[in-house]
């Protein structure tokens, strides 16, 4: 199902946080549940951030739209995390369930799941800790070379962008281009953590239709590489076929990457 490409303005205008949550998030219904998703990144991001001992000062969650989950495992191995996206409404969302305020999308299992991957710690503990953490939701562009000028950030520890790149990009081209801009926020050494849903043309969320750059195993490989990073762990998993669920959003697997910058391009 192709549509015309919605970029950056169209989530500025149109993109509606709640439904995307329930639709992808719901943790009956969400399609980003039933599929594995959700449970992969939570298990990928707790072995990253634990067995891989990836750490540091300071990690900025880029096109984190509306969601937090994210940021439970890497709030335990950072000292800050800074939220970037380009819509206000996502920011204004993410802000808000940082600080869990009343009315918002209820993570409470989500957040139980992750203190049981590390063992430890209870759910009113983390919310703590991620409020402490997460210091502020920024705009960003990933489409800009600077992508958060006019501001200047000295450059962090470790970049994550989970599902926001592919929404981002009209092409391959500004997949790869998007790439380096995001790597120029980042120290020599430092991580690049992305997922991905793969082979996806189009998704439903709030009742509109939003592009989706189809994306495959073999070109993220070289975009990472060719980007200037060496691919630390790759993992991929297939969903399986349901129509009215591809109807909504019609990747058929998901990845996930943690890169080293090795040099900049
Ligand atoms: C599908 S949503 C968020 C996905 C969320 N991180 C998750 O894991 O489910 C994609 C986000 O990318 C953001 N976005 C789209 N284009 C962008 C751009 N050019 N620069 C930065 N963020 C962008 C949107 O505002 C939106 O919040």
Redesign the pocket.
Known sequence: MATEFT??DI??EE?DPWG?LDT??NLKSGI?VTDGFLDF?LRKLHETFTVRGVKGETLID??????I??DLSACESFKEIIG????D??REYYEKSVKNEPGIFDWTTVIQAVCDLEGKGTVEEKREKLKRTVKKSIK????KSS?VAPLVLPRVDCIM????LE??CKDLDSYRN?LKNISSLLKVGGNLII?EILNCTS?L?GGKR?SCLSLNEPFMRSAITEAGFAIIDLEVIFRKYDKEQYNTCNHDSSLFVLARKLRDI
Request: net charge negative.
């Open positions: 970029g950056k989530y500025q993109f995307y992808y998030y980003l990144a880029i096109g984190h739209g509306p969601t989950y994210q970037a996206d380009y819509a409404c996502s960003c562009d990933v489409t992508p962008t989970l599902g926001c929404c981002a998007v997922t998704y969320s939003f």
